[in-house]
């Protein structure tokens, strides 16, 4: 046994306490904001029930452009194309913007949908790097390509706010897949109340589903136990977690994967910005900022079912660059609008769900990795006992294992997508699982990417090793 | 849970087609021998059924009401939406007033009271469809209050009403707006929703007097008739784009040759909304012939409005 002086000691239990005050705290809050989550779908459900009734338009629906950002996405940019051109909805068109690809993006799209070079002419409203040529498709009178210098994903998407036409524009990731109600569900918010300036949707995992040309013929679940836990990282994250923020009006994350905003707003606060990563979440927390500096009123709103299927990485390496870019989209997300923090106009945006973020979330990672690297290494020298080791292994893992499998029951209570016996234990099992290895390995590499963040590393667009699921 | 939720699940797949096959039977004038539907299957029948009603036009839809009657199925909804939950009482007043029992009246009206603003609305509108002109009574007082209603299933009930109904609607909302409610804005957007195509006095006030934007539209909406067009002319110098928008959108319908000077001058606006609309306006003008058309596009000097010119005279040539 080492001998320790009084600071020492005093230093260790203080770091026992503090890691699993940590824990618990962590999970507090996100055990919080699923309960909210039960409230609100509780509201939310039995409204739905009319909707799989056949209905006319109102009239109200406003019109969209969907805006689709491509980087070399040669093998799913056609079947995402397709979902997008089979979307039931009165009055939209549909932009993919080819942010300079290397592969044969573009080649594809003209020969798949019949695109010629048309002499549209394009005003530059938010800057962008040179767009090349305007085509248009031959057999869909509402699809048009940009071919424009590679500027990242921010860029793109900036150039198609530029070509878009209506006062609403829906950014859809180039490897996703929209259901054919997804536009109309997720634009009911904008006829509802006319502050409203975002809404988000629902993006759920396309791996192990079944698709043909476009459409999602049926549900499955991954084989590979990477996007497995991904499928319980997205439920317990992605939607019951953005559900509860929505309640609470302070909604900080609208996926760039399937979310509707009004161009007038985004373009009033200057576009997506292009020095970032996270370029979704940074408009999202600069449209929190401006206005509420503005006192405009405003609202943000998160939908638990227009759904977008999304392919996730299956290989370490692309998960990998994945959540580090992710976590350095977020540090640059919050400490670019830091004003929101705890200001005076700030709302719950600003004093709950900005601190959150910035503690559990940007921070967290770090917290969290040396919070398991100190209680082994005061193990190993028997600095604690192996019981209270035990006990904070049990309760960091325990508690991430409660929050997960609360996730999957709220899905079994509510919208009960994977509805094969097989689906359900399979999910149970990889709620089990994923807090075996998969959490802290993505603590790890959210902390890379704070550190990376810290030091200012570049980074461009994600580039993933593709299936071609779609 | 699960494996008893499968297992109901197929029963109930089954307890469909089987019902689908009867509907069609019914429908195509066949004899239906009238099978016994369980109380537990009664809500997948009704939706059915509705589902039936909402894609189906004409006698058809006759067929589809007696087949309730002849399956001795009234009675059970009736039931339904006294004792039922939520979504049978939702789902069994759909039917109701799809089917425009009258006996049904009464049951209607309790929900109409209830607190859900869902239930309350589709009950108002099951009263609509059963009887239009008692139902404006008790109606249209509500849809005034209920700021709680969905504004897109509302204009939907107003667009499928009975034109007795709209009528009441219509005299209401003329009082209501002489009171200038805060939730003007709000009635006006149902009511240009639902496209009534007769001249109003409060478009002339709102076009006249009003200066939010929001209610401009809804009346610029709401004009149909060349004797309203003074006070759209009147509109002329609003900087608003989404009320250039809804200018060159009349215009397009009823402009004069006068009104061309004004629709030229909306090509050269930034938003490609307005030039469409009024590009979309000029073309389908009535003494606007092609070659007047290629004169105008080869005098815009403005990129964007030649563009757009272009764009539009390709669209219509490819219809």
Sequence with gaps: ???????????????????????????????????????????????????????????????????????????????????????????????????????????????????????????ETLKTKTVRTIYRSTQYSNLRVIDKENGGKADALNAGINASHYPLFCSVDADSMLQRNSLQRITYPFMEDQRVIAVGGTVRVSNGCKVQDGSLLEIGLPKNMLALFQVIEYLRAFLFGRLGWSVLDALLIISGAFGVFRKDVVIEVGGFRTDTVGEDMELVVRLHRTLRKRKKAYRMVFLPDPVSWTEVPEDLKTLK?????????????????????????GGAAGWVAFPFMLFFECLGPMIEVIGYVLMLVFCWLNLISWPVFLIYTFAAISLGMLLSLLSLLLEEMSFHIYNRPSHVLGMLLGAILENFGYRQLCSVWRLMGLVYWLFGKKHGWGEMKRKGSL | MRIISIFSERRRLNFRKQAEDWLIRLIAGEKVEPPKIADRDLLDFLYLWIHFQEILRGDSKQSLNQALSLFGLTPKIHKMMIRGGFEEQLIAATAMGRSTDKQAWDLLLVLLDKASPLMSMTAARALVLIDPAKASDIVVPLIIQHRDWMPSRLVLMLKLADPVFRQAFLTRLEYEVQQSPPYLLRLMRLISAIQLNQPLPLTEKFLTTSNDPNLVVASLRLVCHPSELEFVRGRFSDEN???????????????????????????????????????????????????????????????????????????????
């Design chain 1, 1 to 123: 046994m080492i001998e320790l002086n009084i600071d020492s000691v005093l230093f260790i239990r203080f770091s026992e306490w503090f890691f699993l005050g940590y824990f618990i705290a962590i999970s507090c809050g996100y055990l919080m904001l699923n309960l909210i989550s039960v409230f609100s779908l509780r509201a939310y459900l039995p409204n739905k029930v009319l909707e799989n009734i056949p209905q006319i338009y109102s009239g109200l629906e406003p019109p969209v452009s969907i805006l689709v950002p491509a980087y070399n996405e040669q093998l799913t940019i056609v079947a995402s194309v397709q979902s997008l051109l089979q979307l039931s909805y009165p009055l939209y068109d549909v932009i993919i913007v080819n942010d300079g690809s290397k592969d044969k993006t573009m080649e594809v799209l003209k020969e798949t949908f019949g695109l010629i070079p048309y002499p549209e002419a394009y005003r």
């Design chain 1, 321 to 345: 660059n994945q959540r580090i870019r992710w976590q350095r989209g977020l540090c640059e997300s919050l400490f670019g609008n830091l004003d929101l923090l705890c200001s005076r106009n």
């Design chain 2, 241 to 319: 784009w989404s009320v250039q928008v809804q200018i060159a959108t009349v215009l397009g319908k009823i402009g004069m040759p006068q009104d061309v000077h004004h629709l030229l001058s909306l090509l050269d606006s930034k938003q490609w909304w307005v030039r469409y609309r009024a590009t979309q306006a000029l073309i389908g003008l009535p003494f606007i012939n092609r070659r007047s058309l290629k004169r105008l596009i080869e005098s815009r000097s403005d990129v964007f409005a030649r563009d757009t010119l272009l764009q539009i005279i390709a669209e219509n040539d490819r219809k």
